[in-house]
C-alpha cells in the first residue's frame, strides 16, 4: 500500500547457514587453541545501532534485539538477553544448538563460571567490551580457574567471509541555528570538566559526545544520525579528531579544522600511546571506552581513570534553541500522527490492514512533513498477541492482520534536523473488553502520575518510578521495562544518563528529555503502552521552600478514549486528560484537512465523570 524508507521485514537468516556457522567458528577457536569466545551485541562504541559489519551476534545465532550477549565453548553455546527479548530470542535462535539465557539475574558471568573447568581458556576481543565488562568476565573464568584471553583479532570476522565494509555516510554540519551552542563554549565547558577530574586528557569514545561537541552529524548506523568517530581533548591545546577522511567534504573539514585537528582513526592508538608515554592521565568512559583503550595506555606507562563521560550530562541537558526545535518538531510530527490514527481508525475495521501496512503508512505520513530524516528506530507495530511482546519487530513472516476485538500497539518516532521525537499509542479495533479497558486505564493513571509529578531539584529517575506503577500494582501485575528514557537533540532516542527506572540513579535536572511510558502486556493475549516525551521544567509554586521541577509535556496526540473507564479516574487525573486532548486540538487542528479535523474533534472531545 506504502512504500516504505527506512524499514526492511526480512525474516533473519536461520536453518543451516547458522549451524554452519556456529561449526566453523569452532573449528577456528581450536585452530587459535581457544576454549571458547564471547560475542557480545557490540561496536567499539557501545552504539545502540550498530553498522550492518559489527552485528556479529546476529550473524552468528539469528537474535537480532539491541542488546545481548553469546558464549561459545567447544560443546556448549548460550545466547544471553533480558527481559525484552525474551519471547523474540526463544522464536530467533535455534534451541538445538543454543540456550537462551538471562542477560541480568544471573548474568552471563555466572553461566561462564558454572561451565568452565580449570586450565580453559575463554577469548574475547578487547575493542567490543568495556574495562568492566572485561574485569567481570576475568573474574568469573578466574573462579574456575580458566583464563580470560584478549585476542589480537576477532575469530567471528575470521569466518564471514561476506562480512560488509565498514560504512562511509557523509558527515554534515550541525548548524548553531539547531545546535544553539557553538563548538568552542561546549569545549570551554568540557575543559572545566577535566580540570574537574583532575586528568590531563579525556578521551570522546563516544560518538554522540563526538557529534554534540564538534556539531556535526552523520549516517553511519540506521535510526541514529551518527558520525562514527572519536576525539581526544587534552586539558590545554587543540583537541583531535579521528575520523575517516573519505566521510568529509570540504566544507565539513574546514568546520572541524577550526576548533581541532583532524586525523585518520588509525592515527588514535599511536597519539594516545605518545601522550601516555609522558605519564599523562587519561580519562575514558566507563560505558563506552572499549577495554583496548585501558589495556593501550596502561600499556604505554599512563594512567587510564575510568569513570562516567561528563559530556553525557552536559548533554543530556538540552539549551533554550534544542528546547525551542523539539517543541517545533513535536508539533510536526503531531501533523503526522494525527493523519495517521485517523487512517487507522478508518481503515482497520475492515481487517484488510496488516501491522506492515501500519508501519509503512505511519512513515509514509511523516515523509510528508518535508523533514523527515529517518525514523529514529524501528516501529514496533504489535496486534493482538504480538503487542505483548515489547520490541516486537513486524517481519513478512510474523506480519498479522488488523482485525475488530484486537488492540494495536504502535511505538515510533522520528528523526528531524531540529529534535528527535518517540511516541506510543495503543488503539482498539471495535469493541475492547472489560480487561483491556481495566488495564489501559491503569497505565494511563500511572502515566498521568508521572506526567503531573512534581518534584524537587535533585529527584532521580528511581524516586519517580513507582509513581507509574502503583495502579498496576495494585491489581497484581507490572511491566518489564522502564518508565522512561532520556531523548537527544537529533541523537539518539535512547540517551543517558537520566531515565525513569528502579535503576535511575542520575538526578533530573531542567532541560532533559525524558520518556513517559509504563505498560502493561498479556502474553499471548494484548499489549498496552502509552508514551509521551516530557521536558523536565521549573514547578512555578508560591510559596515554595526549595527548588522544585516539573514535567512539561512536548508529544501532542490523542490517547483513545474508547479504552477508558472513566469511573477508574480521580477528578484530577480527568481534568489532566481533558485539558491535555484540548491541546492537542489547539496545537494540531489548524494543520489538518477537513476529514482529519473532524475524526482528531471526536477523538480529543471531552470526556465527563
Excluded at 556448549?76 to 538477553?81: C, K, L, N, P
Excluded at 538526578?507 to 511510558?517: A, C, F, V
Excluded at 486540538?585 to 475524526?599: I, S
Aim: aromatic share 6%; net charge negative; proline share 5%.
Amino acid at each position: 500500500m506504502f512504500e516504505a524508507h527506512f524499514q526492511t521485514f526480512e525474516e533473519p537468516e536461520g536453518g543451516v547457514a547458522l549451524t554452519a556457522r556456529l561449526a566453523a567458528l569452532r573449528e577456528e577457536l581450536a585452530r587459535r587453541k581457544l576454549t571458547g569466545f564471547v560475542i557480545p551485541r557490540a561496536d567499539q562504541q557501545q552504539n545502540e545501532y550498530v553498522p550492518p559489519s559489527e552485528e556479529r551476534l546476529a550473524w552468528l545465532t539469528g537474535f537480532t534485539g539491541s542488546a545481548g550477549l553469546a558464549v561459545v565453548l567447544i560443546h556448549e553455546a548460550a545466547v544471553f538477553v533480558d527481559g525484552r527479548y525474551t519471547i523474540q530470542a526463544a522464536k530467533q535462535v535455534d534451541a538445538r544448538a543454543w540456550a537462551v539465557e538471562s542477560l541480568i539475574d544471573p548474568p552471563p558471568e555466572s553461566w561462564v563460571t558454572a561451565h568452565l573447568k580449570a586450565g580453559d581458556r575463554l577469548g574475547f576481543d578487547p575493542w567490543l567490551h568495556t574495562f568492566a565488562a572485561a574485569e567481570r568476565l576475568s573474574a568469573a573464568c578466574a573462579k574456575a580457574g580458566a583464563e580470560l584471553v584478549a585476542v589480537d583479532s576477532n575469530p567471528v570476522d575470521a569466518i564471514w567471509q561476506d562480512r560488509p565494509q565498514p560504512p562511509l555516510a557523509p558527515v554534515a554540519v550541525h548548524s548553531l541555528q539547531n545546535a544553539g551552542v557553538a563548538e568552542a563554549e561546549k569545549l570551554t565547558q568540557i575543559r572545566s570538566e577535566i580540570a574537574r577530574l583532575g586528568v590531563d586528557a579525556l578521551v570522546l569514545s563516544d560518538s554522540h559526545a563526538v557529534a554534540w561537541t564538534f556539531n556535526i552529524r552523520g549516517a553511519d548506523v540506521a535510526h541514529t544520525p551518527l558520525p562514527l568517530s572519536y576525539a581526544l581533548v587534552p586539558k590545554d591545546g587543540r583537541p583531535t579528531i579521528f575520523i575517516d577522511h573519505r566521510k568529509l567534504s570540504n566544507l565539513t573539514r574546514d568546520h572541524l579544522e577550526q576548533s581541532a585537528d583532524v586525523r585518520e582513526p588509525d592515527a588514535m592508538a599511536p597519539t594516545l600511546m605518545a601522550l601516555a608515554r609522558s605519564g599523562a592521565a587519561i580519562a575514558l568512559d566507563n560505558a563506552t571506552a572499549a577495554d583496548a583503550l585501558s589495556r593501550l595506555i596502561a600499556g604505554a606507562g599512563g594512567k587510564p581513570v575510568r569513570g562516567n563521560d561528563p559530556i553525557a550530562l552536559l548533554k543530556a541537558v538540552k539549551n533554550a534553541t534544542e528546547i525551542k526545535g523539539t517543541q517545533t518538531a513535536h508539533r510536526r510530527d503531531a501533523i503526522a500522527l494525527a493523519r495517521f490514527l485517523a487512517f487507522i481508525d478508518k481503515e482497520a475495521a475492515s481487517g484488510k490492514l496488516t501491522e506492515i501496512d501500519a508501519v509503512e503508512a505511519l512513515e509514509t505520513f511523516r515523509r510528508d512533513t518535508g523533514a523527515l530524516k529517518d525514523v529514529s528506530f524501528p516501529t514496533i507495530s504489535g496486534t493482538g498477541p504480538n503487542g505483548a511482546i515489547v520490541h516486537y519487530r513486524v517481519t513478512r513472516k510474523s506480519n498479522r492482520r488488523i482485525v475488530p476485538g484486537d488492540l494495536l500497539l504502535i511505538d515510533s518516532g522520528a528523526q528531524y534536523e531540529d529534535g528527535t521525537t518517540d511516541v506510543t499509542r495503543t488503539m482498539t479495533v471495535g469493541e475492547p473488553t472489560a480487561e483491556m479497558r481495566d488495564r489501559f486505564t491503569r497505565v494511563l493513571r500511572g502515566h498521568i502520575a508521572i506526567a503531573r509529578a512534581i518534584f524537587p531539584d535533585g529527584t532521580t529517575g528511581a524516586q519517580l518510578d513507582t509513581l507509574a506503577r502503583q495502579y498496576l500494582w495494585a491489581a497484581g501485575v507490572d511491566f518489564e521495562h522502564g518508565t522512561g528514557h532520556g531523548v537527544g537533540s537529533y541523537l539518539s532516542v535512547h540517551e543517558g544518563p537520566a531515565r525513569i527506572s528502579k535503576l535511575g540513579t542520575t538526578p533530573l535536572k531542567r532541560g532533559m528529555i525524558l520518556s513517559n511510558e509504563p505498560g502493561y502486556y498479556k502474553t499471548d493475549g494484548f499489549g498496552i503502552r502509552i508514551e509521551n516525551l516530557e521536558l523536565v521544567v521549573e514547578a512555578e509554586i508560591k510559596g515554595a521552600e526549595k527548588p522544585m521541577n516539573a514535567f512539561e509535556t512536548l508529544t501532542l496526540a490523542p490517547i483513545d478514549r474508547r479504552l477508558i473507564d472513566v469511573t477508574m479516574l480521580g477528578k484530577d487525573e480527568l481534568d489532566w486528560l481533558n485539558a491535555y486532548h484540548a491541546r492537542v486540538r489547539a496545537e494540531v487542528r489548524p494543520a489538518l484537512d477537513e476529514a482529519t479535523r473532524a475524526w482528531l474533534d471526536q477523538a480529543t472531545a471531552e470526556l465527563k465523570p
